[in-house]
C-alpha cells in the first residue's frame, strides 16, 4: 500500500485497572454443580468406586471412636485382660481398614478431578477453535487464558478436595450425632443448641479472611504485571533513565501486597485460638452437665457413656472448621465454573449452515456485489463495494490508514461475514460455502505473522501438515531464500523460539512466505508482506512472487510501489469506498487520488 508513515500502533506505558476485576466468588448453585457432575459421567466406574469409599470413610471414623470409648466402659471398667486385647485387635483391623479406605479416597478423588479437567480443558479448547475472529478481537486474550488455567483449576480443588472431602465429614457428623443421640439425648440437645455459635465463628471469620485473600490476590496480580511489563519495556525504562523511578513505584506495590499479606496473618492468628477457645468453654460446659448427672443420684448416665459422648462430640465438632474452609474453596469454584460454562455457553456469531457445500475445487474468482460490513452495528467501515477479481489476476489494494483494506481481505478469508451485499467465490455465495474447505484453498501473508515455537520445518507445515521436508525445501528453494534459511544454525531445523524471536525479522517473514505457498492456494492475500524485509532480499522474493502468483487470484496491500505496481487492478479506497480502479499506469495519469498517493511516496524516496 502507499500511504503516508505513520505507525499503525505506539508503545505506550498502561497503568493496571481493576475495575474489570471479575467476581472470585459466586453463590452455590445446584445447576452449576449438577452440570460439573456431568463430566463424572464418563468415568462412572471410577466415580462410584469413589462414592462408596466415602461412606465408608464416614462411618469408619466414628466407629473407630466407639471401639475406644465401648473398650472404655467394658474390658477396661471390669478388668477383663481378655476383652483389652480383643478390642486392641478390632481396633487395628478397623484402623488399618480405615487407612486402606482413606488411600483410595484420594487417590480416586484426585484421579477423578484430573479426568474432569483433561475434558473441560479439551471442550474450552475445541469450543474455541469454534469462534469467529470477532471474538477474539473483543474478549481479552487474558480472560480467555485464565479460564483455561486458573478457572480449571479452582474447578479441580472444587471436584479433589471440596466437593468429597465435605462429603466425608458431613457423613461423620450425622453418623457422630447418631451414636451422641444413643449416649445421652438431652447432651445431644445442647450440642445442638451451641453448635450454631460455632458455625457463625466460622463464617464471620471465614467471610472477613475471604476479603483478605481477595486483595492479597489483586495486589500480587498488579505486582507481577508490574514485573513483566518491566520485563519487556527494560529497553524503554534504562533508555530514559527510569530505573530508581521505576523502582520506587515498584516498591509501593510490595510494601501494599506485605500490608495486605500481614492483616490476613493477623486475621487468621486471631481466629484459631478464638475457636479453640470456643471450643474448650463447650467441653467444659458439657464436663460440668455430663459429670453432674453421672454424680446425682438417679442420675441415670453412666461414666463410659459419658466418656464415649465426649469422644463423638470430638467427630462431631472438629470438622465444623474444616467445612467452614471448604465452604469459601466451594464458593471459589462456583465461580470459576459459572466462568467457564459461561464461555462454553457462548455460542459463536456465526456457523456454516447444514446446507453449506464443499469446494473440492477453486479456481479463484472472487466478486463483491453492493457489498456493505461494519465490525459494529451502526459503524459501517466498507460501503457499496462491488468489483471482481479473476482468476490468475492480482489485485492490489490501495488507501490511508481505516480506508478497508485489512476488511476486505479479512472477508475474503471469511474471518467475517459480509453484512449486506454478496461475496462470491467462484459464483458461489461465501455464507453458503464450507469454511474450512475455503481456507484450505487460501494462503495468507501478514506484516506481523505469528511463529510458533517449533522448527522452521514445523511453522512451514501449518499450511500444509502433509508436507514432506523436500516439498518444504522446494518451496524455499523456489522462493529463492533457501540459501537464507540454511544459513541458520541447524538449517530448516533451527527452533525458531517464542513468537520467532531467535530469527531476525526477514527470516520470519521468509518463514511466513513459505508458509503460505507449501499448500499450493489459489487465492493469495499479501498483507504489507514486504514491508519488514529489506531491500536486497525483497528483490529476491519479488522475482520469486513474480512466478509463485502466476495462476492464482492475489490480492496485494502493501506500502511499496515495487509490490503493487504490476497489479492488474487497482482498487483506491477512500473510508470505506472505492473512489478509483485501474492499473497503475491508468491511474497515474487520471491525476486523481492514487496519481497524489504516488507522488508523495515519490518525493518521500528521493528525500
Known sequence: MIASAAPKSQATLVAVSTHEREPDKHPLDFRLIVRLFRYTQPHARMRNILLVSVVLRSIQLPCLTWIIAAVIKGPVADGDSRGLVVGACLFAALALFTQLTMYFRQRLALELGEAVVHDLRNDIFRHLQRMPMRYFHTTKVGRIISRMISDVEDLRTGVQEVLFVTLVQLGQMIVAATFMLWYDAMLFLLVLGLAPVLWAINRHFHRRLSHAYRAIRDSFSRVTATLAESVNGIRVTQGFVRQRTNAAL??????????????????????????????????????????????????????????????????????????????????????????????????????????????????????????????????????????????????????????????????????????????????????????????????????????????????????????????????????????????????????????????????????????????????????????????????????????????????????????????DVVLVLDHGRIVERGSHDQLVKASGTYAALYERFVDACAA
Open 250 to 567: 515498584f516498591h509501593e506495590l510490595i510494601e501494599d501486597h506485605s500490608r495486605y499479606n500481614f492483616a490476613a496473618l493477623r486475621m487468621q492468628g486471631l481466629f484459631q485460638p478464638l475457636l479453640d477457645l470456643n471450643n474448650q468453654c463447650f467441653v467444659a460446659l458439657l464436663l460440668l452437665i455430663g459429670g453432674w448427672q453421672v454424680l446425682s443420684p438417679g442420675g441415670g448416665t453412666d461414666v463410659g457413656d459419658l466418656v464415649g459422648f465426649f469422644f463423638m462430640a470430638g467427630m462431631f465438632f472438629s470438622p465444623i472448621s474444616n467445612i467452614g474452609g471448604q465452604y469459601n474453596q466451594a464458593l471459589t469454584a462456583m465461580a470459576g465454573a459459572e466462568r467457564v460454562f459461561r464461555l462454553l455457553d457462548t455460542e459463536p456469531e456465526w456457523v456454516d449452515p447444514p446446507s453449506a457445500r464443499p469446494l473440492p475445487q477453486v479456481r479463484g474468482r472472487i466478486e463483491f456485489r453492493d457489498l456493505s460490513f461494519a465490525y459494529d452495528p451502526g459503524r459501517p467501515v466498507l460501503h457499496d463495494i462491488s468489483f471482481v477479481a479473476e482468476p490468475g489476476k492480482t489485485i492490489a489494494l490501495v488507501g490511508h490508514t481505516g480506508s478497508g483494506k485489512t476488511s476486505i481481505i479479512n472477508l475474503i478469508a471469511k474471518f467475517y461475514l459480509p453484512g449486506t451485499g454478496e461475496l462470491l467465490v467462484d459464483g458461489h455465495d461465501i455464507r453458503q460455502i464450507r469454511t474450512a474447505d475455503l481456507r484450505r484453498h487460501v494462503g495468507i501473508v501478514l506484516q506481523q505473522n505469528f511463529l510458533f515455537s517449533a522448527s522452521v520445518l514445523d511453522n512451514v507445515r501449518v499450511g500444509r501438515p502433509e508436507a514432506t521436508d523436500d516439498e518444504i525445501i522446494d518451496v524455499f528453494r523456489r522462493l529463492d531464500c533457501l540459501d537464507l534459511i540454511e544459513a541458520l544454525p541447524e538449517g530448516c531445523h533451527t527452533q525458531v523460539g517464542e513468537r520467532g524471536g531467535r530469527l531476525s525479522v526477514g527470516q520470519r517473514q521468509l518463514v511466513c512466505f513459505a508458509r503460505a505457498m507449501v499448500g499450493d492456494p489459489r487465492i493469495l492475500i499479501l498483507d504489507e508482506a514486504t514491508s519488514n524485509v529489506d531491500s536486497m532480499t525483497e528483490h529476491r522474493v519479488q522475482r520469486a512472487l513474480a512466478r509463485l502468483l502466476s495462476g492464482r487470484t492475489s490480492f496485494v496491500i502493501a506500502h511499496r510501489l515495487s509490490t503493487i505496481r504490476h497489479a
